[in-house]
Structure formats: structure tokens, C-alpha cells
């Protein structure tokens, strides 16, 4: 009988996971903070953002944010964000993670800080995966 539970509750995983698409712009292998990340990113940001080449309409990818100036994608940025002059570092993603409307003042983002600093940093590691810059 637990060789049939297991096979069910197997192939149900299998179909949840054929149903709503596997998100294949993970990597298969995350670290412990990545993978915490991501489920920080799914609820917080995923909304809007993606981490993928994909501009939404809504808000612009993270992919490859680390490293690129601020407003400086074809995104229609706000006035604000496009004259932040800001490169994304791991240090200024968590400063204006923490607080948005202080760090880039007159910005238009729907989000008023994460002031978990444990959450930022998984959050932050997560997008890491989805830069080029990967190092600390």
C-alpha cells in the first residue's frame, strides 16, 4: 500500500508541476539562501517583476540587474528612477529593498520595504542567480 501512496502522491507532483509550468529559468541547483530567495521573489516581486529577458508592462525584468544603472532599460521608468544614477550592486539593492521611497525618491514601484534583513538577502541572492555578476 505505500508503494501505490508513493507513486500516487509522485505522479500528482508530476502533473502540478506539468499544469503550472516548472519555472524553467531556474537553475536546476540553488543554494539554501537562493532557493529561500525565490520563494521571497514568487510572493514579493513575481507580481510584477520577472527575472527573465521578458520586460512586463507592469515592471521591468530582473535579469541581469546587478551590474546596470538604474532606469537604463527600455522600461518606462519614472523620472525618479531614470535620474537615481544608481548601479545595482548587492549593497544598493538592499538599501533601496529596505526602503524604496527614501532611496530613490519620487519613484512609482507599488512597494514600501522589506525591513527583514534576512529576507533581503535571500531576495538578493536569488537575483544574483539571474545576473551575470554570481561573486559576492
Excluded at 520563494?39 to 520586460?55: D, I, K, L, P, R
Excluded at 524604496?100 to 519613484?107: A, H, K, L, Q
Amino acid at each position: 500500500m505505500a508503494k501505490v501512496q508513493r507513486a500516487v502522491l509522485w505522479l500528482a507532483a508530476v502533473l502540478t508541476l506539468a499544469a503550472c509550468g516548472a519555472p524553467s529559468e531556474t537553475p536546476a541547483r540553488l543554494s539554501e539562501a537562493a532557493a529561500r530567495g525565490e520563494a521571497v521573489f514568487t510572493a514579493h516581486c513575481g507580481s510584477c517583476h520577472t527575472v527573465t529577458s521578458q520586460e512586463s508592462t507592469t515592471a521591468p525584468s530582473l535579469e541581469n540587474v546587478i551590474g546596470r544603472t538604474a532606469g537604463s532599460t527600455t522600461f518606462q521608468y519614472s523620472p525618479a528612477m531614470r535620474e537615481a544614477n544608481i548601479v545595482w550592486t548587492r549593497q544598493t539593492l538592499d538599501q533601496f529593498l529596505t526602503a524604496p521611497r527614501e532611496t530613490v525618491p519620487g519613484n512609482q514601484m507599488a512597494f514600501f520595504g522589506m525591513p527583514d534583513a534576512a529576507m533581503r538577502a535571500d531576495l538578493i541572492e536569488y537575483i544574483a542567480v539571474h545576473s551575470q555578476e554570481r561573486a559576492r
